[in-house]
Each structure stands twice: as C-alpha cells, then as structure tokens.
C-alpha cells in the first residue's frame, strides 16, 4: 500500500535525508519520497502497524502530521534531525 502524509517542521534538505534515512529503516517501508514544496512525505508499507510505526517515528524526529500538536519540544527535535541530517548529506 502507498500513503502520502503531509507534515510539520520540513525546513529543508537536511530534514529530509533524515526523514529518507530514517524512516527507510522502519521494518515494512519503501520507496520513501519527500516533497519539500508540499511538506509531504510518500511511502509504502506492508501493513497498518508499519504505517503506525512510521509515523510514530516522524513524530519523534520531529516531524508530526499537520493535524498534530506540535509542541515546542517537537519542533526542537525537528532543528536537531535536521542538523544531523546536513552533516550525513554532506559527508556523503
């Protein structure tokens, strides 16, 4: 199956490498794809769990959907992904 989720805090590329890398490692995801013009993030999955688990893991890097609380810890969370997800794309 194939969902596309828009989400807060997407500021730039280093976000999404992080958000790429990251969620391409949640056990069930695919082909994960980030749109910075929409803020969207687009995968596959095999299951509801795999869905729920991806995006729990956007919430704790930061990144909740946009019908989410986005609390000032999460957009917190959200500079740190992204500053790590500069010095990963740039050492690459």
């Known amino acids: ?8 805090n997407l500021k730039c ?10 969620i391409g490692s949640v056990s ?3 082909h994960v794809l980030v749109a910075l013009e929409t803020n ?3 995968f596959e999955y095999q299951s509801e769990a795999d869905l729920l688990a991806a ?10 959907e946009v019908d989410a609380a986005n609390s000032l810890i999460t957009k917190a969370k959200s ?4 500053a790590t997800g500069k010095i990963a794309n740039h050492d690459t």
């Open 13 to 22: 590329g280093g976000c999404a490498h992080t958000i790429s890398t990251k």
């Open 79 to 82: 500079f740190v992904s992204c």
């Open 1 to 8: 199956m194939k969902t596309t989720i828009e989400i807060q």
């Open 55 to 64: 995006k729990q893991k956007l919430k704790l890097l930061g990144y909740p």
């Open 40 to 42: 969207e993030i687009s």
């Open 28 to 30: 069930g995801i695919d």
